[in-house]
């Protein structure tokens, strides 16, 4: 039986090189991100056949139910979801940073992630299927005036209690945990970063275990730098 992987944040850094990964694997894929036009070419590189694209912005609960409607009008069933889009906020700590920036980041990467688990469940408790979720080694540890570690701090804490209420149900929650990973989340390119494929590495082994496995979470960072000593 092919597996169905939804994907949201898919048209870039961590999303595509998931996807990109789990192609191989011969998943059947949906990808979601709000821009249609950076879907679309990766839709074709992976084969339009076996892929789904739908724009969506994940703070819209019509929008994630209409597409949770279509996955399994085009596919009939819905295996895996990575709920992955996110973004960061604004430099300036909680003293300076740009509140309304704060506003967009909270909805993405809190409320758009619960919206994306709660549009999904129904179709995944049929399936007895798999949930991850992005947060981050940010979501782990403290960073002097980090609104962004806080939303993933929620992340940790939102996967863990979603474990609590799906205990028994077969479904599994695993936490990915990055580090810094080299992907256009940042203007420059972050020096001493994994790669994003490293990341979809860690996803794709946490999908590829077998029922009785339940991989609860990966944190994944970059190998420090040799010091000079
Ligand atoms: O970033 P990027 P990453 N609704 O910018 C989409 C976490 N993380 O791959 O909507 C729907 O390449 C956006 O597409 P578009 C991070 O917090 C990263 O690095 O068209 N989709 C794009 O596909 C995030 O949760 C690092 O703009 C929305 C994707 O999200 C995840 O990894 C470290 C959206 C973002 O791709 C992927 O980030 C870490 C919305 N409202 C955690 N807003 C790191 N890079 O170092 C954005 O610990 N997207």
Redesign the pocket.
Known sequence: MEQVLLI??????????TARAASREGYKLVL????RE??EPLKQELGPENVLSV?????DMAAQQAMVEQILERFGRLDAVFA?????GSPGGFSGADHEAWR?ML???VY??GLTVQATLPALRRTRGHMLL??????RTTIPGSM?GA??WA?TGLGYNLREELRGSGIRVTLI??????????DEP?EH??A?RD?AAAALYALGQPAHVDVNEILVRPTPPLSDA
């Open positions: 949201t944040g898919a048209s870039s850094g961590i999303g595509a090189a979601t991100a709000r821009s950076r879907l724009a969506l912005d994940v703070t992955n889009a996110g973004r960061g967009e909805l993405t990467n758009g992630l992005t947060g981050s080694a940010a979501g962004y939303t993933k992340v945990e990055p580090g810094m990973v080299d992907t256009p989340f940042f972050p970063a994994l994003a990341i």
